[in-house]
């Protein structure tokens, strides 16, 4: 790769994309191990120091990307809830077997955030993204009960429980407790299971 090349990338603004995206890939590759500064500029076609100019170390890399999966996974979750339609029924329930399928399909990406987000503390970088997705997932539960389809009660409180229920299962299903080729079948009823237990019942 060409100085050339590699002072446009910079100068358009282009570069700490471009090396997110070239992390992306080893990262759906290998796995976070893998993905090193070295490795990712090789792949974006710029010098080994370039990188730096951008992230301070591997790190800040890892972060970034991290952020670029939760766009990801962001994307995801809204598409697997037009896909379930009005007629779909909870829509807290679309958003758990997505976040059940998406672990599934992305373990690495997966495996990322886990050791990224599911820590003692939110790392600075995330927290606009991941307060987006708290608000948006309160949302969800706050149209479910105000449908009837959830009874009422505390959003944060059946965020939580929610989440916990959606990260353990993903967690077993990847680690391999659980078999994977059942992983649609065993999150459907593990959350109908759950949601039997939230949901209003019609008065007799």
Same mark, same amino acid.
Request: hydrophobic residues 45%; glycine residues 8%; charged residues 25%.
């Given at each position: 790769?060409?100085?050339t090349?590699e002072?446009?990338?910079? !100068?358009?603004?282009a570069?700490?994309?471009?090396?997110? +995206?070239? @992390?992306?890939? %080893? =990262?759906?590759?290998?796995g976070?191990?893998?993905?090193?500064?070295?490795e990712?500029?090789?792949r974006?076609?710029v010098?080994?120091?370039?990188?730096f100019? !951008?992230f301070?170390?591997?790190?800040?890399l890892l972060? +970034?990307? @991290?952020?670029r %999966? =939760?766009?990801?996974?962001?994307?995801w979750q809204e598409?697997?809830?037009?896909?379930?339609?009005?007629?779909?029924?909870?829509?807290?329930r679309a958003v758990?077997?997505?976040?059940?399928?998406?672990?599934v399909?992305?373990?690495?990406?997966?495996e990322?955030?886990?050791s990224?987000?599911f820590t003692?503390?939110?790392?600075?970088?995330?927290r606009?993204?991941l307060?987006?997705?708290?608000r948006a997932?309160?949302?969800?539960?706050?149209v479910?009960?105000?449908?009837g389809?959830?009874?009422?009660?505390?959003p944060?409180?059946?965020a939580?429980?929610?989440q916990?229920?959606?990260?353990?299962l993903?967690?077993?299903?990847?680690?391999?407790?659980?078999?994977?080729e059942?992983?649609?079948?065993?999150?459907a009823?593990?959350?109908d299971?759950?949601?039997q237990?939230?949901?209003?019942?019609p008065?007799q």
């Amino acid at each position: 790769m060409s100085e050339t090349r590699e002072r446009g990338a910079y !100068h358009h603004g282009a570069l700490p994309e471009a090396l997110v +995206a070239a @992390a992306f890939d %080893v =990262l759906d590759e290998q796995g976070q191990e893998k993905v090193s500064v070295r490795e990712v500029a090789r792949r974006a076609g710029v010098s080994a120091g370039a990188p730096f100019r !951008h992230f301070a170390d591997r790190q800040a890399l890892l972060t +970034a990307l @991290a952020d670029r %999966v =939760l766009a990801d996974f962001v994307c995801w979750q809204e598409a697997q809830v037009a896909a379930a339609g009005p007629d779909g029924g909870s829509v807290m329930r679309a958003v758990g077997l997505g976040f059940v399928r998406y672990a599934v399909r992305h373990p690495r990406r997966f495996e990322l955030v886990r050791s990224r987000v599911f820590t003692a503390a939110r790392e600075p970088e995330l927290r606009a993204q991941l307060d987006g997705i708290d608000r948006a997932l309160t949302d969800v539960i706050v149209v479910d009960q105000e449908a009837g389809r959830l009874r009422p009660g505390d959003p944060a409180l059946v965020a939580l429980a929610g989440q916990a229920l959606v990260y353990g299962l993903a967690q077993m299903i990847v680690d391999g407790y659980l078999p994977a080729e059942k992983a649609e079948e065993l999150a459907a009823q593990v959350l109908d299971t759950f949601g039997q237990g939230i949901a209003n019942r019609p008065a007799q």
